[in-house]
């Protein structure tokens, strides 16, 4: 379990209060205490910040860094959070995984989820990394995360002192995943063939159905089809996702994002690459609950929740309210009921609306969350 490691208090719009402890350990979290938060909002403006006090995680000096009105001009509208590496000798770089969540949101401290984030490399170069958009204001002062004007943030980090390795819980080095990524990618001993949109996959059944109850009851119970020499077609998906999907089960690593290989796009490109990266990620979702794969779902559902924007909410929303996921809806029902009557004839113009409608029951949670946003408005107004 990760260690604490201590307590930032922000008061009055400055840090107040410090309490580090050196745990010791390579995986730790600091709390960041943030009361008074309406005043930060008023004296900070967009691009400035409040720095916690220093923490040390895995022998490194550590800071937060709370930007109100967002760390750069494109989040003027959320409250950012970057995580800096603060070393005397910033000379040779450190893998670190680390992530932001309210101290409520227990489902995100969890260290199986820590380990399968993205690892980033704090160095002389890039010494900070962190959410830009972590939370829209709008949406953090209507969410019960804000109380009392007041709310913490912990930050979890896990450093990596190599970054093809982690360490057991014995605290030997382990590449096990190396081990099982490169068992994936030179098919040796590969007993079962998938064909996905027209490409084929070789895989191991034993590792298939230790990590999903569907493989296993799909190749092993009731449910297997053919002998181990059929090829499996699996329908309803596209060949990239399943790649993500048996990357994720072989490795326990979130998957690179999907990128369309162009060191030249410009910047309509770069948008329709985000908007390709977000159907993926759809995608993928959909794929982690078809196969029971829990912690990925988890992921995906987080990827999500932190990319919603006007185009893709209400494809989100129907996908939190089909596959059961009460976070991931509650995200998006918050998001759309800050948004102004231009924003939201926007959300209902988008192809994911259609879907929407098909569920009665999220229509009327999704106007009541509207009829209260009408309602607190002409109180504000009165």
């Known amino acids: 379990m990760p260690s604490f490691t201590g307590v930032s208090v922000i008061t009055d719009g400055n840090l107040s209060t410090t309490l580090a402890v050196n745990a010791g350990t390579d995986s730790g979290y600091h709390l960041l205490v943030v009361n008074d938060y309406s005043r930060t909002v008023q004296e900070k403006p967009n691009g400035k910040s409040i720095m916690s006090g220093p923490f040390v995680v895995g022998g490194h000096k550590w800071c937060i860094y709370y930007c109100p009105n967002g760390e750069e001009s494109g989040s003027s509208d959320f409250i950012s959070l970057v995580l800096s590496r603060d070393d005397d000798d910033m000379e040779e770089a450190v893998e670190a995984k680390f992530d932001f969540s309210f101290v409520d949101q227990v489902e995100y401290q969890n260290p199986i989820y820590i380990r399968a984030i993205e690892t980033f490399s704090f160095s002389s170069e890039s010494s900070f990394w962190g959410s830009f958009k972590f939370m829209r204001r709008d949406a953090l002062e209507r969410s019960a995360y804000l109380k009392d004007d007041c709310f913490t943030i912990r930050c979890d980090i896990m450093v990596c002192n190599d970054l093809n390795t982690s360490k057991d819980a014995d605290g030997a080095l382990s590449d ?112 982690a609950d078809r196969y029971d794969i829990q912690q990925l779902k988890f992921l995906c559902e987080k990827h999500l929740s932190e990319h919603i924007s006007v185009n893709s909410v209400a494809s989100t929303l129907s996908l939190a309210e089909q596959h059961h996921c009460c976070r991931l809806k509650e995200v998006c029902l918050n998001f759309i009921q800050v948004q102004s009557r231009p924003c939201l004839e926007k959300i209902m113009a988008t192809d994911g609306w259609e879907y929407t409608t098909t569920y009665p029951s999220l229509l009327k949670e999704l106007i009541a969350k509207l009829a209260s946003n009408q309602k607190k408005n002409n109180k504000r107004k009165r």
């Open 176 to 287: 096990i995943h190396n081990h099982f990524n490169n068992l994936l990618q030179n098919k040796m001993g590969a007993d079962v063939t998938f064909e996905v949109s027209g490409e084929t996959f070789a895989a191991h059944r034993c590792v298939l159905a230790a990590r999903s109850k569907v493989f296993m009851a799909q190749l092993f119970g009731p449910m297997t089809e053919g002998t181990t020499s059929t090829v499996i077609r699996i329908k309803d998906m596209e060949a990239r996702v399943f790649a993500a999907l048996l990357s994720f089960i072989y490795t326990d690593s979130f998957p690179d994002k999907y990128n369309i290989e162009n060191e030249e796009r410009q910047e309509v490109e770069e948008q329709v690459n985000d908007v390709m990266w977000l159907q993926w990620l759809q995608e993928l979702f959909v794929a």
